[in-house]
């Protein structure tokens, strides 16, 4: 898709990753509906690039927030760019959880997401051509201690993105899954810092990633995977995946120790 042809929806805009990304798909000339509870945040995108941007403060898990969104796409004249960047991780063993934190971060990560695909899918389809971006994770790919949660969110996400690629099939709207690696951004707190310091697990910078996934919309895309060796290890975990049941029972000590302190909710 040519970025000066873009007219996005792009959710979790005033997230880590999705502050860069509004702010790259705008200098590429994209136009774009920026959606997120963060007002201030949002606003700032848009005095940035105010012919270009459009702001809608939205909680897209309360269908009053989705209605605005929708609403917000139709006065537009529709958009030919889905972008799902919404989402919560926590950094917790599963039995330090409650069910409503549980169930906070399916109902945004997964629920809200495909419900508001669902509205826009015939939208979409009018378009010449059109694009569904769903922002994972590697942790779609990879069940990781202490992300237990999360990963059935990603998990989801990544198998949401591919059955909805095979119903389109036909179709001139295209579905792209981008999958990244963990990421400098304020969703890991600092625990999950200090213990991938621990670790030597890399982070991205949020503006890294979000060229990359400019280029991946650009390019058209269906799937992209960040990071080495975290490349490998998806890769691994489909083929040998007691290998990296080994690998990770060797890390768990040191993630048990880090999961152990209370971390605040963090939302993009």
Not at 64 to 80: C, P, Q, T, W
Not at 179 to 208: E, G, H, S
Not at 227 to 237: A, I, Y
């Amino acid at each position: 898709m040519k970025l000066p042809d873009t007219r996005a929806l792009l959710t979790g805009a005033s997230g880590g990753i999705g502050q860069p990304l509004a702010e790259q798909l705008c200098a590429a000339g994209a136009k774009l509906i920026v959606a997120g509870r963060d007002a201030a945040s949002l606003d700032a995108i848009a005095r940035r690039y105010p012919n270009q941007v459009t702001v809608v403060t939205a909680d897209l898990r309360r269908r009053e927030g989705r209605d605005a969104v929708e609403d917000a796409v139709r006065l537009a004249g529709g958009v030919n760019c889905l972008i799902n960047a919404a989402g919560i991780n926590r950094f917790t063993m599963l039995e330090q959880q409650d069910e409503e934190s549980i169930a906070d971060l399916l109902e945004l990560n997964v629920t809200a997401n495909l419900q508001l695909t669902h509205r826009l899918l015939p939208m979409l389809r009018r378009e010449p051509t059109a694009l569904v971006v769903n922002v994972g994770s590697t942790f779609g790919s990879i069940g990781y201690p202490g992300f237990a949660a999360y990963c059935a969110s990603k998990f989801a996400v990544r198998g949401f993105s591919e059955a909805l690629r095979r119903e389109l099939a036909d179709t001139r709207v295209k579905v792209l899954y981008i999958a990244p690696r963990a990421t400098k951004t304020a969703m890991n707190a600092a625990p999950v810092v200090a213990m991938n310091r621990k670790l030597n697990v890399a982070m991205d910078d949020p503006a890294f990633v979000a060229a990359r996934i400019v280029e991946a919309i650009g390019r058209e895309r269906e799937e992209l995977y960040f990071g080495w060796p975290e490349k490998l290890f998806v890769k691994l975990n489909g083929l040998l995946p007691r290998l990296v049941d080994q690998a990770l029972r060797k890390q768990l000590p040191t993630i048990q120790h880090f999961a152990r302190t209370d971390i605040p909710e963090k939302t993009a």
